[in-house]
C-alpha cells in the first residue's frame, strides 16, 4: 500500500553543522514530493517540493534529494539555526490521483544543540 | 499577504455534539483541502474542494462533511462527536489543481470531553 516513512523519529545537530532528514516512500506512482516543517502549535509549513523528472532541487539554506530507483528522500538543511528546530515531515503525491491528496509520513523532529 | 486563516483556534466540544470550522484560502487560490492531524502523527487528508466541487474523500466516516463557497471559502462539519475527533484540524489552499504547493493555516485544536 501507500506509505511514506521517515528512518529517524529524532535527530539532534549541532547549531551551525549540515542537517539530513531521509524520507522513503513506498508508492512508484508518487511523482510529486514536498517537505514541510512544523513548529510547535502551528500548521506545517512548505519549505520545498520536488517532481519526480528531477533528482535534486536547491531553495534558500535547504536542498532536497530524490532517488527515484531506491524510492528516497532527503532534505539538506545547511548551517543549522535555532529556528530550524521543528519537525519535518516529508509528503507525496501523485498525479494519477482523481484529487490532491497529500500523504504525510509521521515526521522527524529536529533538535538544535548549542 | 494573508495566509490561510482558520476559525476558531481553539474548541471544546463533548460527545455527540456536532461542529463546523471554517477556513479562508490564501487570495486567488481555488483549491481547498482538509487534514485531520492527531498528536504525534502526521495529517490525514479528509476532503478536496476545488471550484466548488468534492475532488476528494479520505477514509473518513459520513459523520464528516464539507462545502466550499463562491468566494471559495470552505466549511467543515463533523456530527456526533467522538472523544477518537479530538485532533487539529488543517485546511491548505492551492492555486490550482495537480500537483501544486498546498500552503497550510495553522488550524483548529477541537477538544471533545
Known amino acids: 500500500g501507500e506509505s511514506v516513512g521517515l528512518h529517524l523519529p529524532t535527530l539532534s545537530v549541532q547549531e551551525g553543522d549540515n542537517s539530513i532528514i531521509n524520507c522513503a516512500y513506498s508508492?512508484?506512482?508518487?511523482?510529486?514530493f514536498i517537505w514541510y516543517k512544523q513548529e510547535s502549535g502551528k500548521g506545517p509549513q512548505f519549505i520545498i517540493d520536488i517532481r519526480s523528472n528531477m533528482d535534486k532541487r536547491q531553495g534558500q539554506r535547504v536542498t532536497v534529494l530524490l532517488n527515484k530507483t531506491v524510492k528516497h528522500l532527503s532534505l539538506q538543511i545547511a548551517a543549522t539555526q535555532p529556528g530550524d528546530s521543528a519537525v519535518y515531515f516529508c509528503a507525496e503525491t501523485s498525479s494519477m490521483n482523481r484529487d490532491d491528496k497529500i500523504i504525510f509520513g509521521k515526521g522527524t523532529r529536529l533538535h538544535i544543540l548549542p | 499577504d494573508a495566509g490561510v486563516t482558520q476559525s476558531p483556534t481553539h474548541l471544546i466540544k463533548t460527545r455527540g455534539q456536532h461542529v463546523t470550522l471554517r477556513c479562508s484560502p490564501i487570495s486567488g487560490h481555488k483549491s481547498v483541502s482538509w487534514y485531520q492531524q492527531v498528536l504525534g502523527q502526521g495529517p490525514q487528508f479528509i476532503f478536496q474542494?476545488?471550484?466548488?466541487?468534492?475532488?476528494g474523500r479520505g477514509n473518513f466516516p459520513d459523520r464528516f462533511s464539507a462545502r466550499q463557497f463562491p468566494n471559495y471559502s470552505s466549511e467543515l462539519n463533523v456530527n456526533a462527536l467522538l472523544l477518537g475527533d479530538s485532533a487539529l484540524y488543517l485546511c491548505?489552499?492551492?492555486?490550482?489543481?495537480?500537483?501544486?504547493?498546498?500552503?497550510f493555516g495553522d488550524g483548529t485544536r477541537l477538544s471533545i470531553l
Open positions: 474542494y476545488y471550484e466548488k466541487e468534492e475532488r
Open positions: 491548505a489552499s492551492s492555486s490550482g489543481f495537480g500537483n501544486q504547493p498546498q500552503h
Open positions: 508508492n512508484s506512482a508518487s511523482d510529486y
